[in-house]
């Protein structure tokens, strides 16, 4: 497997670990009953991010900001892998992007501010170049 690969697998399992980490505080705070629900505002009395604790909501908005990450991260790593690109400026930007990643989630659970921000900008900046990267 590529560096890149591997990066783009513990990618995913850090997404495993992000689901976790919000499912568990999420289904205490709100029970089955909502969690299970098909979760139309109505039945539930609004959003469900609206009634949960502020960290839990916050690590609703980590898990869903990684998912968005991850497609773009994703592509960038099939079109190294597939266009036989890779080398040790785009393995250290997948394993860049993953350790932004890695330390996104305690940065949004804890509100650091501006370092999320700063740390987000690292992870989208990584993707970005190795596409960029890709089209040289």
């Keep these: 497997m590529t560096p890149e690969l591997t990066a783009l697998t513990l990618a995913a399992l850090l997404q495993v670990v992000q689901f976790v980490l919000m499912s568990v505080p999420a289904n205490l705070e709100l029970g089955p009953g909502k ?6 505002r109505a039945r539930l009395g609004g959003s469900l991010e609206d009634q949960l604790s502020p960290k839990t909501a916050r690590l609703l908005r980590a898990l869903n900001n990684h998912f968005e990450g991850l497609i773009l991260f994703s592509i ?16 250290g930007l997948s394993f860049l992007y993953l350790l932004a990643r890695t330390l996104y989630v305690p940065a949004y659970y804890f509100g650091w501010t501006p370092w999320r921000s700063i740390i987000w900008l ?8 190795m596409l960029v990267v890709a089209l040289i």
Excluded: C, K, W
């Design 35 to 40: 969690t299970m629900s098909p979760r139309d």
């Design 76 to 91: 960038a790593v099939f079109v190294i892998t597939f266009s036989d690109q890779g080398n040790a400026m785009t393995a």
């Design 122 to 129: 690292v992870g989208f900046g990584a993707t970005a170049l």
